[in-house]
């Protein structure tokens, strides 16, 4: 790596990003291309010579340019956020440039201890109670998603339970209870672990309670279960479902796992963000009840891909699961004990140096630029409500220029409209609403 061509080289990639960034919004948001459409434009074996830069940037922006479905676009609707930001990609070029792989304390101290700050410091912004600091009697870490932060919180939770039990053969017995919204990564998860898929229960959820699940129906599945002699593991409750947005209610859910002793997680990925506003953080009442949560800063707090947060109340619960203790990995520090070795709170060994990122991210916008970020998303968001509401004729719609997905809930099939990518305005969604009503009105009138 040669420092002068790495600077010029990366000067180039940045002024070709900015560019991008530029004309994200001329591009049409969905990408156009067919399967297999890049085989066909690119070579069939790699070069045995280096090519020049300018080559590949041409083929990027002639060959992946229009396979990308862009994200970053303000007429994205899809899915969920995916913020990018200008903090959040320092960030990644720091961590990049650095290229650390800080699996314990000693392999690259400042790796370590930034990300016990940032988790602490994240963790305060959304008023988390100490149990889950570090400053307190808990501790946090970075995964890159959801679904590993709940393969090791359900690891830790199975092997809590097969110790009281008395060993692996009680694993066909331990249940997991989620409701019908929760994410399917909960499902893939507990498979993972080897709960067994049958022990899955989905507590359903219906239009009446704005799809958000009720402690009462999780009662009744779980005292079913006990009768039957299983045992009841995990419950995950979700604070802004995928399908909806709906809020489980963490205080009674968390009563009840209490009552039962299930592990509870509070699955706040994408909506968990927005709790950092005092307006919005009673959805997060009665985390305290929790045993762990997560929630995604690559989702709508301004961090790119990929950040996830994990706050555990008994980190040794986690260790204990995930701990290896190879002759190659030992030191003193480990030894001692004073320190964090993140490799055993994750699934892998190595592990990118993420809090970088998280740690610019707020310091750049601050607490106070994150709040008007998410408010005026929610602004947006409310707005869009309105028009619907009062405009009740609109009840079809299809994809044209900008991108919106699809879902059924409670039998109906929906259209979702994920609003809050970085650059979305209120005339973006404007227009969007313009767009749904030519298009609804076109389909109503074709219907007569
Ligand atoms: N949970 C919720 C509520 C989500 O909305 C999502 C993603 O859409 C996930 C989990 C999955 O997150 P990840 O991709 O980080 O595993």
Not at 42 to 55: F, G, K, N, Q, V
Not at 121 to 132: A, D, E, I, V, Y
Not at 401 to 423: D, E, P
Request: proline share 5%; net charge negative; with cysteine.
């Amino acid at each position: 790596l040669d420092p002068m061509s790495f600077s010029n080289e990366s000067k180039a990639v940045i002024d070709f990003i900015a560019d991008y960034y530029e004309n994200v919004e001329k591009y049409p948001v969905r990408s156009t291309v067919e399967p297999g459409y890049l085989s066909a434009r690119l070579p069939e074996s790699a070069p045995y010579c280096p090519e020049p830069l300018d080559d590949i940037l041409k083929d990027v922006h002639d060959c992946i340019i229009p396979g990308l479905t862009h994200w970053q676009s303000p007429n994205f609707f899809a899915y969920f956020q995916a913020n990018a930001s200008t903090a959040g990609f320092l960030g990644e070029m720091l961590c990049s440039g650095f290229n650390v792989v800080g699996f314990n304390w000693v392999s690259s101290p400042a790796a370590t201890e930034l990300e016990s700050i940032v988790l602490d410091w994240m963790g305060k912004l959304l008023q988390l109670p100490s149990s889950f600091l570090f400053a307190g009697t808990g501790g946090g870490v970075l995964h890159g998603s959801t679904c590993e932060a709940a393969v090791c919180v359900l690891a830790a939770a199975r092997d809590k339970a097969l110790k009281e039990l008395g060993g692996w053969e009680n694993i066909t017995k331990l249940v997991v209870y989620a409701s019908d919204q929760t994410h399917f990564t909960f499902q893939k998860a507990a498979k993972l672990v080897g709960i067994p898929p049958s022990n899955f229960r989905f507590i359903e959820t219906s239009f009446s309670t704005g799809f958000s699940m009720s402690p009462e129906k999780v009662r009744i599945a779980v005292e079913d279960d006990v009768k039957s002699g299983l045992v009841p593991l995990f419950l995950c409750a979700t604070v802004g479902t995928t399908p909806t947005g709906a809020v489980d209610p963490i205080a009674g859910l968390g009563k009840l796992a209490v009552e039962f002793k299930l592990w509870l997680h509070i699955d706040a990925a994408y909506a968990g963000s927005a709790c950092i506003c005092p307006e919005l953080r009673h959805y997060l009442d009665g985390v305290e009840l929790a045993n762990s949560i997560s929630m995604n800063p690559h989702k709508w707090f301004l961090t790119n891909m990929d950040c996830c947060c994990l706050w555990i109340k008994e980190p040794k619960l986690l260790t204990d699961s995930l701990s290896t203790d190879p002759e190659i990995l030992k030191n003193t520090a480990t030894k001692s004990e004073a320190v964090v070795d993140y490799k055993d709170w994750q699934i892998a060994l190595s592990r990118r140096f993420r809090a970088l990122k998280l740690w610019i991210v707020i310091r750049r916008h601050g607490l106070a630029n994150l709040m008007h970020h998410i408010r005026s998303d929610i602004a947006m968001a409310k707005r869009f409500e309105e028009f619907v509401r009062k405009d009740r004729g609109s009840r079809s719609w299809c994809q044209e220029s900008s991108h919106w997905f699809a879902s059924v809930v409670g039998g109906i099939y929906v259209i979702r409209c994920a609003i809050g990518a970085t650059l979305t305005q209120q005339h973006h969604v404007d227009a969007l609403w313009k767009l749904v009503q030519e298009k609804a009105h076109t389909l109503l009138k074709e219907r007569e």
